[in-house]
């Protein structure tokens, strides 16, 4: 059992520096825009310079130009040296609106500046992946592995292998029944909503991908899962009941009837399990045939009887 991908965020950080506080934790559940950790950066302390730097720049060639503009007003300087003032100022804005758009981008709040990066979370959920610690290390944009990863729990996933010679019974939407060992009296419903187009050549299987619903917070990634496909498509079956299958040298066998008071063993390949008690039956017998019901106590009685003769 997996999350799913498309609601699984992989957190890093834009910004080198070390971590001061880690207020989050594996398995903790958090929400979007809850801070993660804070990191002392010189990236962020470097980008918040810049700014403050070109802010005092485009204050100075503002008044420039105010000044340009006045003593222009009055001919004292030619058009060209108004331009010349415009030019500056612009210039002056353009670089004030890239040093203010590295701050946001590393992090940073422009209004209030700081070293201190807060590491804030993009979405809601649940911290399945933690790889950084207290007073660690962080790299910049080239930081293997991610910080944290953050899944949203609402649906996951359970990944299952198909044997190919089953793949043409399972479709696109068919519902599955899953059992999980941490909930042996519950059953989870599901619907497949992927086929692998690859087979696995070690296995020769493919990935089914079947989504469930969690709601309450009971599924949780890493669990062992056994599904069940229902196809659309009704299929005959020949079933008995368990108790009329016999195992012996590592063989499954029933009793089939003969005539009056007639019976004879046959090897039979079983199936998987069916409602009720019944065990389904691949190949051995056939519908209408007529079974001891009891394999295991029929084979005790005949034994007996044997040993009294």
Same mark, same amino acid.
């Given at each position: 059992?997996?999350?799913?991908?498309?609601?699984?965020?992989?957190?890093?950080?834009?910004?080198?520096?070390?971590?001061?506080?880690?207020?989050?934790?594996?398995?903790?559940?958090?929400?979007?825009?809850?801070?993660?950790?804070?990191?002392?950066?010189?990236?962020?302390a470097? !980008?918040?310079? $810049?700014? /403050?730097? %070109?802010?005092?720049? =485009?204050?100075?060639?503002?008044?420039? &130009?105010?000044? *340009?503009?006045?003593l222009y007003?009055?001919?004292?300087? !030619?058009?060209? $040296?108004? /331009?010349? %003032?415009?030019?500056? =100022?612009?210039?002056?804005k353009?670089d &004030?609106?890239t *040093?203010?758009?590295r701050?946001?981008?590393?992090?940073?709040?422009?209004?209030?500046?700081?070293?201190?990066?807060?590491?804030?979370?993009?979405?809601?959920?649940?911290?399945?992946?933690?790889?950084?610690?207290?007073f660690?290390?962080?790299k910049?944009?080239d930081?293997t592995?991610?910080l944290?990863?953050?899944?949203?729990?609402?649906?996951?996933?359970?990944?299952?292998?198909?044997?190919?010679?089953?793949?043409?019974?399972?479709?696109?939407?068919?519902?599955?029944?899953?059992?999980?060992?941490?909930?042996?009296?519950?059953?989870?419903?599901g619907?497949?909503?992927?086929?692998?187009?690859?087979l696995?050549?070690?296995?020769?299987?493919?990935?089914?991908?079947i989504?469930?619903?969690?709601?309450?917070?009971?599924?949780?990634?890493g669990?062992?899962?056994?599904?069940?496909?229902?196809?659309?498509?009704?299929?005959?079956?020949?079933?008995?009941?368990?108790?009329?299958?016999?195992?012996?040298?590592?063989?499954?066998?029933?009793?089939?009837?003969?005539?009056?008071?007639?019976?004879?063993k046959?090897?039979?390949?079983?199936?998987?399990?069916?409602?009720?008690?019944?065990q389904?039956?691949?190949?051995?017998?056939?519908?209408?045939?007529?079974?001891?019901?009891?394999?295991?106590?029929f084979?005790?009685?005949?034994?007996e009887?044997?040993s009294?003769?």
């Amino acid at each position: 059992m997996s999350p799913d991908v498309n609601r699984t965020i992989h957190e890093t950080s834009l910004g080198a520096g070390r971590v001061v506080d880690l207020k989050v934790k594996l398995g903790d559940s958090v929400k979007k825009g809850e801070t993660l950790l804070v990191i002392s950066s010189p990236d962020v302390a470097s !980008a918040f310079s $810049d700014y /403050e730097k %070109a802010k005092a720049d =485009e204050v100075l060639s503002k008044k420039a &130009l105010d000044r *340009a503009q006045m003593l222009y007003d009055r001919g004292a300087i !030619a058009a060209k $040296d108004l /331009e010349v %003032a415009q030019d500056t =100022e612009d210039k002056a804005k353009v670089d &004030l609106e890239t *040093a203010d758009h590295r701050v946001r981008i590393l992090g940073g709040d422009p209004a209030h500046p700081s070293p201190l990066l807060e590491l804030k979370a993009p979405v809601s959920g649940t911290i399945v992946e933690q790889n950084v610690a207290g007073f660690e290390g962080v790299k910049s944009l080239d930081n293997t592995p991610n910080l944290f990863t953050i899944a949203n729990l609402g649906e996951v996933w359970v990944v299952c292998d198909v044997f190919e010679n089953d793949l043409g019974e399972v479709h696109f939407g068919d519902a599955a029944e899953i059992r999980l060992n941490a909930f042996p009296d519950r059953i989870f419903k599901g619907r497949v909503a992927d086929i692998s187009r690859v087979l696995d050549p070690n296995t020769r299987s493919a990935k089914v991908r079947i989504v469930l619903g969690n709601a309450d917070g009971a599924l949780r990634p890493g669990m062992f899962a056994v599904a069940t496909f229902r196809s659309r498509k009704l299929t005959d079956r020949v079933v008995v009941p368990s108790t009329a299958i016999m195992r012996l040298h590592d063989k499954d066998w029933v009793f089939c009837k003969e005539g009056d008071k007639r019976f004879r063993k046959v090897q039979i390949d079983a199936d998987g399990l069916a409602p009720d008690g019944m065990q389904e039956i691949r190949k051995g017998v056939k519908a209408g045939d007529e079974l001891v019901t009891n394999a295991l106590e029929f084979s005790t009685e005949v034994a007996e009887k044997k040993s009294g003769d």
